[in-house]
């Protein structure tokens, strides 16, 4: 039996984290300022018409909320199995997780990748001093990401494991991911396709 079937028989029901990283919030912070604030509003409206025994009121206010909930408060990570060399991309919230184990075989690197990363911000104006906000013109801020990831041997693949404050960190974790998956820590280095190659000198 080859390496694959076996690990196509692992029961995905239950497996269990060896490692977890919180990735943080699925949504940018000015979305969620944003679902925030409309929520607070709903969340009165809820109160309102819970004090005033309005049925309708208080579903319309429910149904609204968990949608709202969901954009301003969950989070995304990855969780690690070791013994069975799988990984699983979760969505986190209010302390439920879901999302489905994928096994790491394909993936046999480990590298540590920094790229730009831009969010897109929506600046808040005042008009004629009479306090009515609105929406600016977008501002485009750029940050740098340093994060560790599995890649497959040509690195032209990959997956997301655990964003990291630093350097330094994520050479740890990289390395320790390594380690305990039986992976090789390295440095990215993508393979060029022979058609890309074929363009390149045309």
């Given at each position: 039996m080859s390496d694959q079937n076996i690990l196509d028989e692992v029961?995905?029901?239950?497996?269990k984290p060896d490692l977890s990283f919180d990735n943080g919030f699925n949504f940018a912070t000015h979305t969620r300022f944003t679902l925030m604030t409309f929520?607070?509003?709903?969340?009165?409206?809820?109160?309102?018409?819970i004090l005033s025994t309005n049925l309708i009121g208080i579903g319309?206010?429910?149904?609204?909320l968990i949608p709202i909930s969901y954009g301003a408060f969950s989070r995304g990570g990855v969780d690690l199995n070791f013994e069975h060399d799988h990984y699983r991309e979760y969505i986190n919230f209010l302390?439920?997780?879901?999302g489905k184990w994928k096994t790491a075989y394909g993936l046999t690197d480990v590298s540590i990748l920094t790229m730009n990363k831009t969010a897109r911000v929506g600046g808040?104006?005042?008009?004629?001093?009479?306090?009515?906000?609105y929406m600016g013109p977008q501002v485009s801020l750029q940050e740098k990401e340093t994060a560790v990831y599995l890649l497959t041997p040509s690195h032209r693949k990959r997956r997301l494991i655990s964003i990291c404050?630093?350097?330094?960190?994520?050479?740890?974790?990289?390395?320790?991911i390594a380690e305990k998956?039986?992976?090789?820590?390295?440095k990215f280095n993508p393979q060029i396709?022979?058609?890309?190659?074929?363009r390149r000198y045309r």
């Amino acid at each position: 039996m080859s390496d694959q079937n076996i690990l196509d028989e692992v029961d995905l029901k239950s497996l269990k984290p060896d490692l977890s990283f919180d990735n943080g919030f699925n949504f940018a912070t000015h979305t969620r300022f944003t679902l925030m604030t409309f929520g607070l509003f709903i969340f009165l409206g809820l109160v309102f018409s819970i004090l005033s025994t309005n049925l309708i009121g208080i579903g319309f206010a429910t149904v609204l909320l968990i949608p709202i909930s969901y954009g301003a408060f969950s989070r995304g990570g990855v969780d690690l199995n070791f013994e069975h060399d799988h990984y699983r991309e979760y969505i986190n919230f209010l302390g439920w997780k879901s999302g489905k184990w994928k096994t790491a075989y394909g993936l046999t690197d480990v590298s540590i990748l920094t790229m730009n990363k831009t969010a897109r911000v929506g600046g808040m104006s005042n008009s004629g001093g009479m306090g009515v906000g609105y929406m600016g013109p977008q501002v485009s801020l750029q940050e740098k990401e340093t994060a560790v990831y599995l890649l497959t041997p040509s690195h032209r693949k990959r997956r997301l494991i655990s964003i990291c404050k630093n350097y330094d960190l994520a050479e740890k974790r990289a390395k320790e991911i390594a380690e305990k998956m039986d992976k090789s820590f390295k440095k990215f280095n993508p393979q060029i396709s022979e058609a890309t190659k074929a363009r390149r000198y045309r």
